[in-house]
């Protein structure tokens, strides 16, 4: 069937369109090529995706691009595009966090109305939790975002309820908790970690380090993703997480570990808008979606750091 990819050249998204082809699929996917990390980055995410037949990319943003043709006749649209970062959403830039993550979500969602209603799968992020006061975090706790990028995950989830409820558009969003693996941000911890083992160079760690995350290897997430449309209920929001809740300072430990390199750590003060501690309730994604975490930590951190060593 012919499927809709939004965010097909980032980190998530390139390996969801990967999976959508390796079953057969007819692919569009659509990039805007944001500068918040270098383009040449970008396309050799998109290497294997341009040797298919099945796959066509569309350069343009989701905020101008007339998005009817390129939804038309698409079952499946998935929606990874964002502009990411919760650390520069701050300040002036929040304007491109409302244009990237709230307005382009607004007119996908109208144009997914004009094609005939194909299931939409929206990408969010824990980050709408904010510093929650209990744990694990369930879908139906409060969500109080400390960030401004997470204000923007938290206003496309209410988007796509709002479409489900008032014209029937069946959208399903994921909460995706700290995913890793190949092709990660280079802003993202893992990556700089594991990069800053192979050159010998300093890393640099926010706060004391005991500061929680539930880490999702990107396979996972491909899966959880990819059964969204199948099994998820519309209009409903699931967890997606690792289901192991790990301190920053371990993590450390198991990148050393796996390089078999020691880390030369600098710390500084925690940075505005970073939540304390994740860790995701997955019930009702093991229950609607079938979703198991696959890939223990130490596994994918492997994973990642042989990736790495292929960087330039």
């Not at 570990?257 to 019930?283: I, N, Y």
Request: proline share 5%.
């Amino acid at each position: 069937m012919k499927v809709v990819v939004t965010g097909a050249a980032g980190f998530i998204g390139s390996h969801v369109a990967e999976s959508l082809l390796a079953d057969g699929h007819e692919v569009v996917g659509i990039d805007c090529f944001t500068d918040y990390y270098p383009r040449p980055l970008k396309e050799a995410n998109l290497r294997g995706l341009r040797a298919s037949a099945r796959f066509r990319l569309v350069e343009a943003c989701l905020q101008e691009a007339d998005l009817a043709p390129l939804l038309d006749g698409a079952e499946h649209v998935y929606h990874l595009a964002a502009q990411a970062g919760v650390r520069a959403s701050w300040g002036r830039d929040f304007a491109l966090y409302t244009d990237h993550n709230v307005l382009a979500t607004q007119r996908l969602l109208e144009a997914a109305l004009a094609a005939g209603r194909p299931k939409v799968v929206y990408a969010s992020s824990s980050s709408v939790y904010g510093d929650a006061p209990s744990l694990p975090l369930r879908e139906d706790g409060p969500c109080q975002p400390i960030s401004p990028y997470g204000v923007t995950k938290l206003a496309g989830e209410h988007l796509a309820v709002l479409y489900h409820r008032n014209h029937g558009l069946p959208t399903v969003s994921l909460r995706f908790f700290t995913v890793y693996g190949p092709r990660q941000r280079p802003d993202m911890a893992f990556h700089r970690f594991l990069k800053a083992a192979r050159q010998g160079d300093e890393v640099t760690v926010f706060g004391d380090g005991r500061q929680t995350r539930d880490f999702t290897y990107v396979a996972d997430v491909v899966t959880a993703v990819r059964t969204a449309p199948l099994s998820g209920r519309p209009g409903s929001v699931y967890n997606v997480g690792g289901g192991e809740r790990v301190a920053l300072n371990e993590v450390l430990r198991v990148i050393e570990s796996v390089t078999a390199r020691p880390l030369h750590v600098r710390r500084q003060e925690a940075q505005k808008g970073d939540m304390r501690d994740t860790f995701a309730d997955t019930a009702a994604a093991r229950r609607d979606l079938s979703f198991r975490s696959t890939v223990p930590l130490a596994e994918g951190l492997a994973r990642e750091w042989e990736w790495i060593g292929g960087l330039p």
